[in-house]
Each structure stands twice: as structure tokens, then as C-alpha cells.
């Protein structure tokens, strides 16, 4: 999914509202339905960097290459895309 709109969120819990995550909650409505799965999300109590991000997701992708759960072929293109958005 690709968001549409920024906001901006100062705490996560000063809120009654439930967290949601792959969807957008709008006056009781969800909206732009991600489709996909979120199989790894987290939640920080800081903003993480995003070269912290990027450590964080080449550990995974070695993790999956490395235990035979990833092809060589898509670990190859999972690193090409990355070194393409520096």
C-alpha cells in the first residue's frame, strides 16, 4: 500500500483507539485495505533511522537466503533494489 497522506501521531496511546496497522481507520471506517500480509511488523518507542531500518531488513533477507526459505534469484533482486534506493 501506498500511503496517500502523511500524519502525524504524537503518542500511540493517548488514544482509545485501537491500533491498526495495513489499513487506514477514518470515522469508524477502514480504508485503503492493504492486501498483502504483515508478517514481521513492529512497533518502536523511538523514530528508528532509516539506515537502522535497512540493517534490520538485510538480517532478514540473509536470515531467509541463509536457511533456504528465499532463492538465490530473489535475494539477489531483494539487494539490487535496495543498492537502487540508497
Same mark, same amino acid.
Given at each position: 500500500? +501506498?500511503?496517500?497522506?502523511?500524519?502525524?501521531?504524537?503518542?500511540?496511546?493517548?488514544?482509545? !483507539?485501537?491500533?491498526?496497522?495495513?489499513?487506514?481507520?477514518? #470515522?469508524? +471506517?477502514? #480504508?485503503?485495505?492493504?492486501?498483502?500480509?504483515?508478517?514481521? !511488523?513492529?512497533?518502536?518507542?523511538?523514530?528508528?533511522?532509516?539506515?537502522?531500518?535497512?540493517?534490520?531488513?538485510?538480517?532478514?533477507?540473509?536470515?531467509?537466503?541463509? +536457511?533456504?526459505?528465499?532463492?538465490?534469484?530473489?535475494? #539477489?533482486?531483494?539487494?539490487?533494489?535496495?543498492?537502487?534506493?540508497?
Amino acid at each position: 500500500m +501506498t500511503p496517500t497522506t502523511a500524519g502525524t501521531c504524537t503518542s500511540l496511546f493517548d488514544s482509545s !483507539a485501537a491500533l491498526t496497522m495495513g489499513a487506514d481507520l477514518v #470515522s469508524g +471506517t477502514y #480504508s485503503n485495505l492493504y492486501t498483502g500480509i504483515l508478517d514481521d !511488523a513492529r512497533v518502536f518507542k523511538e523514530i528508528v533511522p532509516t539506515a537502522q531500518i535497512k540493517e534490520m531488513y538485510y538480517s532478514g533477507i540473509n536470515d531467509l537466503f541463509a +536457511t533456504g526459505k528465499m532463492s538465490a534469484e530473489e535475494y #539477489s533482486q531483494k539487494i539490487s533494489e535496495l543498492s537502487l534506493n540508497k
